[in-house]
T-cell receptor, first 113, second 117 residues
Framework: DGGITQSPKYLFRKEGQNVTLSCEQN?????MYWYRQDPGQGLRLIYY???????QKGDIAEGYSVSREKKESFPLTVTSAQKNPTAFYLC????????????FGSGTQLSVL | GNSVTQMEGPVTLSEEAFLTINCTYT??????LFWYVQYPGEGLQLLLK?????DKGSNKGFEATYRKETTSFHLEKGSVQVSDSAVYFC????????????????FGQGTILTVHP
């Protein structure tokens, strides 16, 4: 079945540590996105990529980094510069040019130890 | 900038009750409007959308009408079921160059709906 796979489901980060969240899709979508979800708040866009080897900052990119070396993969690294990383992270993809219909993964809950 | 405001939750209803979740927005230009639903432990799914004023989006018994005069996109369902229990997000996108939004959606804060038998 086609879809988006995020891993791990739960992740814990120690102070000063970088962690990487995985996102893989087999939908053959060109565009991929990372959103952050905090309790009682809407989703906020971290980074997005329209094509391999290209990506743009979203509204809250500080403290995060991404890469897009393959069409099907868009990993997100939460760096030690992100001072409040505890949140639910959602990866999404779409057919390029049809960005409003997003297909989401089931998310990764990141917590700080 | 763009913003979306949803009614405060959580909302608790009995099965077969009528549902309304209010959504109002602020945007430049002429946004498209969406409702996404998030079931427990899952990612979001597109529920319905409307791309211009007076359009009505509908899916699975849910409806929402794009009201430009009141900048609203309220979600309604005539008879809810236990299986409708989820978090509902209102969202908008402004079309960029070439008529595409590139996934840059602005989301409301979400409304938790719980339906009891």
């Amino acid at each position: 079945d086609g879809g988006i796979t995020q891993s791990p489901k739960y992740l814990f980060r120690k102070e000063g540590q970088n962690v990487t969240l995985s996102c893989e899709q087999n939908l053959n979508h060109d565009a991929m996105y990372w959103y952050r979800q905090d309790p009682g708040q809407g989703l906020r866009l971290i980074y997005y990529s329209q094509i391999v080897n290209d990506f743009q900052k979203g509204d809250i990119a500080e403290g995060y980094s991404v890469s897009r070396e393959k069409k099907e993969s868009f990993p997100l690294t939460v760096t030690s510069a992100q001072k409040n990383p505890t949140a639910f992270y959602l990866c999404a993809s779409s057919i390029r040019g049809a960005g409003e219909k997003l297909f989401f993964g089931s998310g990764t809950q990141l917590s700080v130890l | 900038g763009n913003s979306v405001t949803q009614m405060e939750g959580p909302v608790t209803l009995s099965e077969e009750a009528f549902l309304t979740i209010n959504c109002t927005y602020t945007a430049t230009g002429y946004p498209s409007l969406f409702w996404y639903v998030q079931y427990p432990g899952e990612g979001l799914q597109l529920l319905l959308k409307a791309t211009k004023a007076d359009d009505k989006g509908s899916n699975k018994g849910f409806e929402a009408t794009y009201r430009k005069e009141t900048t609203s996109f309220h979600l309604e369902k005539g008879s809810v079921q236990v299986s409708d229990s989820a978090v509902y997000f209102c969202a908008l996108s402004d079309l960029g160059a070439g008529g595409t939004s590139y996934g840059k959606l602005t989301f409301g804060q979400g409304t938790i709906l719980t339906v009891h038998p």
